[in-house]
């Protein structure tokens, strides 16, 4: 079992940032490959990053490539999501997950964290 806890979320304006942290216990955490997805009110929810274990290949849905930055500290247990030039579209709540393998589906991850708001004001 893997235990996941998001941070960072928040309000802030259009063209700020924010790097939100997921923060992993219990088996370890350099076992898994990490995702963010995140999810609107009324959509379902989408990829967003993944990186994998071994080598730190990184994945990005198209909309964020340049803006956004996937990345993990495994000393420290925890995976993090840069965000800058954000826009009122990535408006959402943020999840990580922990998979043994990277993809972008939801269904494939094993384990979820509770999700963060983030909030990009126009």
């Known amino acids: 079992q893997v235990q996941l806890v998001e941070s960072g979320g928040g309000l802030v304006q259009t063209g700020g940032s924010l790097r939100l942290s997921c923060a992993a216990s219990g088996r370890s955490f350099s076992n898994y490959d990490m995702g963010w997805f995140r999810q609107a009110p009324g959509k379902e929810r989408e990829f967003v990053a993944a990186?994998?274990?071994?080598?730190?290949?990184?994945y990005y849905t198209q909309s964020v490539k340049g803006r956004f930055t996937i990345s993990r500290d495994n000393a420290k247990n925890t995976g993090y999501l840069q965000m800058n030039s954000l826009k009122p579209e990535d408006t959402a709540v943020y999840y990580c997950?922990?998979?043994?393998?990277?993809?972008?589906?939801?269904?494939?991850?094993?384990?979820w964290g509770q999700g963060t708001q983030v909030t990009v004001s126009s």
């Open positions: 997950a922990a998979n043994i393998a990277a993809t972008r589906y939801p269904h494939d991850y094993d384990y």
């Open positions: 990186i994998k274990k071994s080598d730190g290949t990184t």
